[in-house]
């Protein structure tokens, strides 16, 4: 139900382009976010966006990583700048619905950063 894209390798300092579209199965569409799971480690949050726009980002991405949502389209993108090797994971779309936050996880898309 959620199909994410944009994944892929760069070196530090690029920049990646991630977007997840839902399909119009799921409705009343609340949140949206995108979280990220590197080797050994837990998934964590990246950044979340609020249905009117609110953006939420870890401390550790905040002036590097841009959340927005498009909501005619049902689009959560997250665009990431100045990369660093630490960013380097699996990183999965998130969306939730009022009566069931984080509800919905899209499949993941990997993506690499070089030093």
């Known amino acids: 139900q959620l199909q994410a894209c944009g994944g892929g390798s760069v070196q530090a300092g690029g920049s990646l382009r991630l977007s997840c579209a839902t399909s119009?199965?799921?409705?009343?569409?609340?949140?949206m976010g995108w979280f990220r799971q590197a080797p050994g480690k837990q998934r964590e949050l990246v950044a979340e966006?609020?249905?009117?726009?609110?953006?939420n980002y870890a401390d550790s991405v905040k002036g590097r990583f841009t959340i927005s949502r498009d909501n005619a389209k049902n689009t959560v993108y997250l665009q990431m700048n100045s990369l660093k090797p630490e960013d380097t994971a699996v990183y999965y779309c998130?969306?939730?619905?009022?009566?069931?936050?984080?509800?919905?996880w899209g499949q993941g898309t990997q993506v690499t950063v070089s030093s």
């Open positions: 998130n969306v939730g619905v009022p009566w069931a936050p984080r509800v919905y």
């Open positions: 966006i609020s249905r009117s726009g609110s953006p």
């Open positions: 119009g199965r799921i409705s009343s569409i609340n949140d």
